[in-house]
């Protein structure tokens, strides 16, 4: 209903600051009144504008920050560590999604990758933050918005997703034989 009633506002799509500022303020305002609950979970949101691809997150207090790569959940700081070393702004899209996918082993630079090699690069870092002993099995689903994906919001095709879970696997083979 908001998406709705600011297309109209603005006869286009709504720029993804914006989104992500009135999410973020919606999300501030259950944190203020008593009668109203607060949200117990923190927003991962992306989209592609005018401004090229950006990404939000929204923290459950309502405060909200762009990135260019964000983790939520259990093991978010580990998977923030790994994440902060690549230099996601030099990458494309799907280089950062196979090299995130399997965890930085070298320094890369995620901002000059394509959307296909950003895809192996967070299939990287998932793997490399799982802890089998600990952490229950996970499924690896990623989605993406990108020039590839005509810039809408799709699920990152099956083979390259196969692809950046190989090389994630790989690398960690290739960690545990050192």
């Avoid at 709504?14 to 009668?35: D, G």
């Avoid at 990758?113 to 690896?140: N, S, Y």
Wanted: net charge negative; glycine share 8%; charged share 30%.
């Amino acid at each position: 209903m908001l998406i709705n009633w600011l297309c109209s506002l603005y006869g286009d799509q709504i720029p993804v600051k914006e989104l992500a500022e009135r999410v973020a303020s919606y999300v501030h305002l259950c944190t203020l009144y008593w009668w109203l609950r607060p949200f117990g979970c923190g927003v991962i949101l992306g989209g592609y504008d005018r401004d090229g691809p950006q990404l939000y997150m929204i923290e459950p207090s309502g405060v909200s920050y762009r990135y260019y790569g964000a983790a939520i959940g259990k093991g978010r700081q580990a998977a923030k560590t790994e994440i902060e070393k690549l230099k996601l702004s030099e990458m494309t899209c799907r280089q950062g999604v196979i090299e995130v996918a399997k965890i930085e082993i070298e320094k890369l630079k995620l901002s000059e990758m394509t959307c296909r090699q950003g895809v192996i690069e967070v299939a990287k870092i998932i793997f490399g933050v799982h802890d089998e002993a600990k952490d229950k099995a996970f499924e690896l689903e990623m989605s993406w918005v990108c020039d590839e994906s005509k810039r809408q919001h799709q699920k990152v095709p099956d083979e390259l997703l196969e692809e950046a879970k190989s090389a994630a696997k790989a690398a960690l083979e290739e960690m545990d034989a050192d």
